[in-house]
């Protein structure tokens, strides 16, 4: 029987309740395969899965705290 190992990634989440918003998000900013994505100007990213790597780049760069990698955010 042979077994296989699959590395899952952790896959950030952006809180809403910590989010600014911010005009120049610092972690969209530092997320180099751009799965931080913002649809409207007025609200907070989101992250694609599809895109995301799971570098964590995001979450040390946002000034607020608001990315993390903990499934209830």
């Known amino acids: 029987q042979i077994l296989k190992q699959v590395n899952a990634v952790a896959i950030p989440q952006v809180s ?3 989010c600014r918003a911010c005009k120049h998000c ?7 395969t751009h799965a ?12 694609d899965a599809s895109r995301c790597f799971g570098c964590r ?10 990315i993390n990698l903990d499934s209830g955010a």
Do not use: F, H, I, N
């Open 16 to 18: 809403r309740t910590l």
């Open 26 to 32: 610092p972690a969209q900013a530092a997320c180099t």
């Open 36 to 47: 931080l994505v913002v649809l409207d100007a007025d609200e907070g990213p989101w992250v």
């Open 57 to 66: 780049r995001c979450v040390l760069a946002c000034s607020y705290g608001a």
